[in-house]
């Protein structure tokens, strides 16, 4: 039987998908070097300790298997620090890629999922946003996730890769089955850090900028629960089986929520009070950033089924509680 090959499946995102894939009978290898992974998420796969900035190891973990596709979640994510370290960012996101695609062109692999990111429209110029709207970057990491998907493009050209890039807006939630969250070290994912305001193990939560043109000041959001985008991913995968032909698709609802909301609904579902400090905004922080999901429904048939803020919230609430 063939396998699915997932870099950075003990990941946040990666494990659910990898559940997910498991779920729905696949047989799935996970590779991943645990730097932000847990091993404990990866639970009926098979894991193989590696790290994609070592080709040999990369090329390893297709020796001996019948790979049928790639799915590639394993980057560095953080905004704020690729402000701060873009050589890193520049360095681990783009040398793994071309590590990855370098082995799984060796091993005959010509079905990939990408992994990618909302940031790689830069400031909207329209909302929601499409996935014909420009393409402008304007941090380090949202470059890396830009260039790979130009990588592709030429992969696709040049060796007949097929791929569906997955430009995700604000993945959030836990497993409703309460087996696997989000645990992210530093943690900067609003709902995380919300929780663990009220919980203690913070001081504050902190708001960053409440003067923005929007209702209440606040930036306004599109999350998606985590589930949802793995059952995309599960999706994307069948439909390049069933008709070859690379994808760009955005996985958001087109529903936003500014962060005073997210509060609110967050002491809803705890009963309990959120403590905040206001600060400035952040460098590259937009208004508003929501997504459509037209084209998601329209080629993937996907329909998002736990992504209601409280969903949202209370299954990340109920991960959080189990400490």
Known sequence: MSQILVAGGAGYIGSHTVKELRAQGYDVVVFDDLS???????????????????????????????????????????????????????????????????????????????????????????????????????????????????????????????????????????????????????????????????????????????????????????????TDLAAAHVLALKKLGEAPRSEFINLGTNRGYSVREVIAAAERVTGRTVPVRVKPRREGDVPVLLASKDKAERVLAWTPRYSDLETIIGTAWAWQRKG
């Open 36 to 226: 932000s992974g847990r091993r404990d998420f990866v639970r009926d796969a098979e894991l193989v300790v590696g790290d994609l900035m070592d080709k040999e190891a990369v090329r390893a973990a297709f020796r001996g298997r019948d790979v049928a596709a790639v799915l590639h979640f394993a980057s560095l994510i953080q905004v704020g620090e690729s402000y701060l370290h873009p050589r890193r960012y520049y360095t681990r996101n783009l040398v793994s890629s071309l590590n990855l695609l370098d082995a799984l062109l060796e091993a005959g692999v010509r079905t990939m999922i990408f992994s990618s990111s909302a940031a790689v429209y830069g400031v909207p110029l329209r909302i929601p946003l499409t996935e014909d709207h420009p393409l402008d970057p304007f941090n380090p990491y949202g470059q890396t996730k830009f260039m790979v998907e130009r990588i592709l493009q030429d992969y696709d050209r040049a060796y007949g890769l097929k791929f569906v890039s997955l430009r995700y807006f604000n993945a959030s939630g836990a497993d409703p089955d309460g087996t696997l969250g989000e645990c992210h070290d530093p943690e900067t994912h609003l709902i995380p850090n919300i929780l663990r305001a009220v919980t203690g193990r913070t001081e504050a939560l902190d708001i960053f900028g409440e003067d923005f043109p929007t209702p209440d000041g606040t930036a306004v959001r599109d999350y998606i629960h985590v």
